[in-house]
């Protein structure tokens, strides 16, 4: 008896599992997250936070959020940058430790912060180096560059996404004209934390004073400092403009920055948001560089009618001065200078 109800539920078993289709369906085997190959991009997210000095009319940092907005829909909201201007997160030398320490963590800065890194850095954005923004677009291309960003990345984890954030060149901004090095002399500037801008200013006859730019504009006007360095299209968007009325035309640094993110973390994204992440910051750097060319003239015109006046200086007197600079570049590969100079001129 039992025997045959046993049966009975076996066939009855059978007869169900035959009426549904043979078997249960099993589930699509989804592909495993290997990083930058085969991740399930169905499913995949990742923020990163951007960080930089730049205040948001500055060219920079509509460059920035354009490239950000692209690759969030592009990717259609995979990779999220959320961008933060002004220093409301670490930069400069803490930025980069960021991505060092492999934070989800995008850093924009200038290359000299490269040079803790690998110290080659700092010479290719040197004092003086360059006379015009199409030299240093043609450097970074050469092999010599490349091995430095290759060391970066292999040796220290760091991926070196864009080089050429070019902002235009770096100028004396003063209430005193400034013709000669001498003009600076007893005078205290404002710079950047960096040793090669702290280096460069000293050099040139003024001392350096280095502080976070949030405290500049009043340092200018209670004579903390009796004026600043920096570009342009700085000077129309930060507030600058209003305390100082003279540009003395130095152009002792171009200002460029880096874009840096972790090896790690950029290699842990699918390869295809990898290509777009770099696509959008090749393409948007490029863009940005027509854009500080093409309005240089009339940010300069419309900064002499608000009463800031441009002067030429001595120019040849002043890279003198600057040469002692390379000298004091730690760990820099011996005549890196003379290398860069080379390329540069071909």
């Known amino acids: 008896m039992k025997k045959r109800k046993l049966l009975s539920l076996f066939l009855m078993s059978a007869m169900l599992l035959s009426a549904c289709g043979q078997k249960p369906a099993e589930a699509p085997n989804k592909p495993e997250s290997s990083g930058g190959d085969a991740a399930a ?33 592009r990717t259609n909201g995979a990779v999220e940058i959320q961008t933060y201007p002004q220093a409301q997160l670490p930069t400069y030398k803490d930025g980069l430790e960021q991505v060092y320490n492999k934070a989800n963590f995008i850093s924009v800065e200038d290359p000299s912060y490269l040079g803790d890194y690998v110290p080659d850095f700092k010479a290719l954005v040197g004092p003086f180096l360059y006379s015009d923004i199409d030299q240093y677009s043609k450097v970074i291309q050469s092999d010599l560059v490349k091995d430095m ?16 954030y070019v902002f ?31 280096d460069t200013i000293n050099s040139m006859g003024a001392t350096a004073t280095p502080m976070a730019f949030s405290e500049t504009i009043s340092a200018v006007q209670q004579g903390v400092v009796d004026g600043l360095e920096g570009t342009v299209d700085a000077m129309t968007a930060n507030g600058s403009a209003e305390v100082v009325k003279n540009v003395g035309l130095t152009k002792h640094f171009l200002g460029t920055c880096g874009v840096y993110i972790s090896k790690e973390v950029f290699d842990s994204i699918p390869a295809e948001y990898q290509t777009i992440m770099q696509e959008e910051f090749d393409k948007n750097a490029k863009e940005m560089i027509e854009l500080v060319k093409t309005n240089y003239d009339s940010q300069v015109k419309s900064l002499e009618e608000k009463g800031i006046e441009f002067n030429e200086v001595d120019l040849p007197k002043f890279k003198e001065r600057a ?24």
Not at 55 to 71: G, R, V
Not at 326 to 335: A, C, L, Q, S, V
Request: hydrophobic share 40%; aromatic share 6%; charged share 35%.
């Open 41 to 73: 991009k169905d499913d995949y997210k990742i923020v990163l936070k951007l960080s930089h000095v730049f205040a948001p009319e500055e060219q920079l940092t509509k460059s920035i959020d354009k490239a950000a907005k692209a690759i969030y829909d």
């Open 168 to 198: 235009g060149f770096r100028n004396m901004m003063t209430n005193k004209k400034i013709v000669e090095p001498e003009d600076l002399a007893g005078m205290k500037i404002r710079t950047p934390g960096s040793q090669i801008f702290i």
């Open 149 to 164: 960003v290759k060391k970066a990345e292999e040796e220290k984890g760091i991926k070196v996404l864009a080089l050429d």
């Open 323 to 346: 040469k002692s600079v390379f000298d004091k570049m730690e760990g820099i590969t011996p005549g890196i200078y003379e290398k860069l100079v080379e390329e540069i001129e071909k």
